[in-house]
C-alpha cells in the first residue's frame, strides 16, 4: 500500500510564503514522478510542479519563478516552496505519485491566499 500524506496548507496574506510538505510511506527513489497538483472550486485540476527519477523538473506557468518543488530522499518526503503568493493560488493543493505505473493522490490540503 502507497501513502501520501500532505501537510502545511494554511491561510496567508498576499505576498506570503507556505511551504508543503509530502510524505510517502515508501521509498521516493521507487517513484518515477512526484508532484504537485492544484485543484481550485470549479475549475480542473492543474500541475503546480513535478520532479521525475531522471532528475528534471516541470512546473506550471502560473507559477514559474515562485514555486520550488524538492526532495528529500531520506525522509522520503517532497516539498513545495511557495513564494510571492497570490490570491488565485488559492486551492487544495494535491501530491502526485507514479509508483509502478500507477497514480497514488494524497488526500490534500487546502491553501488560501486573503488580506
Known amino acids: 500500500q502507497v501513502q501520501l500524506v500532505e501537510s502545511g496548507g494554511d491561510l496567508v496574506q498576499p505576498g506570503g510564503s507556505l511551504r508543503l510538505s509530502c510524505a510517502a510511506s515508501?521509498?521516493?527513489?521507487?517513484?518515477?514522478?512526484m508532484g504537485w497538483y492544484r485543484q481550485a472550486p470549479g475549475k480542473e485540476r492543474e500541475l503546480v510542479a513535478a520532479?521525475?527519477?531522471?532528475?528534471?523538473?516541470n512546473y506550471g506557468d502560473s507559477v514559474k519563478g515562485r514555486f520550488t518543488i524538492s526532495r528529500d530522499n531520506a525522509k522520503n518526503t517532497v516539498y513545495l516552496q511557495m513564494n510571492s503568493l497570490k490570491p488565485e493560488d488559492t486551492a487544495v493543493y494535491y501530491c502526485?505519485?507514479?509508483?509502478?505505473?500507477?497514480?497514488?493522490w494524497g488526500q490534500g490540503t487546502q491553501v488560501t491566499v486573503s488580506s
Open positions: 502526485n505519485g507514479v509508483y509502478y505505473s500507477k497514480n497514488y
Open positions: 515508501r521509498s521516493i527513489f521507487s517513484f518515477n514522478v
Open positions: 520532479t521525475y527519477s531522471g532528475g528534471r523538473i
